[in-house]
């Protein structure tokens, strides 16, 4: 009986490292995802801002070209800055959906 008690009390104590420790990756992963996310829209905030600036001084703008691996899709512009706020919530739209979901 007593082997018993002992075994139950290993699993509960199990269970609840396991519990404890997925909490604390979901808090982690969460400050990350959106630290990220933040970062990425200040980036691209300022370099909208930097290019709108250089452009109200009349001068002229190199195309930057962006491109996601794979297949190769590529794009020339010249506003960086709205490109890497498009990705950033691209991205986190992908976090909601498939790594954070939230469910009533």
Same mark, same amino acid.
């Given at each position: 009986?007593?082997?018993? !008690? @002992?075994? =139950?009390?290993?699993?509960?104590?199990?269970? /609840?490292?396991?519990?404890?420790?997925?909490?604390?990756? +979901?808090? $982690?992963?969460?400050?990350?995802?959106?630290?990220?996310?933040?970062?990425?829209?200040?980036?691209?905030?300022?370099?909208?801002?930097?290019?709108?600036?250089?452009? !109200? @001084?009349? =001068?002229?703008?190199?195309?930057?070209?962006? /491109?996601?691996?794979?297949?190769?899709?590529?794009?020339? +512009?010249? $506003?960086?800055?709205?490109?890497?706020?498009?990705?950033?919530?691209?991205?986190?739209?992908?976090?909601?959906?498939?790594?954070?979901?939230?469910?009533?």
């Amino acid at each position: 009986m007593l082997a018993v !008690a @002992q075994n =139950e009390k290993s699993k509960v104590t199990h269970v /609840s490292k396991t519990v404890t420790f997925q909490k604390t990756a +979901t808090y $982690v992963a969460f400050f990350v995802a959106h630290s990220l996310l933040l970062l990425g829209f200040n980036v691209g905030y300022i370099e909208f801002k930097r290019v709108q600036k250089l452009r !109200a @001084q009349g =001068e002229s703008l190199d195309d930057v070209e962006f /491109s996601i691996g794979l297949e190769n899709i590529a794009r020339k +512009t010249t $506003v960086g800055g709205a490109l890497i706020s498009a990705f950033c919530f691209g991205f986190y739209a992908l976090y909601l959906s498939l790594i954070f979901p939230i469910g009533i």
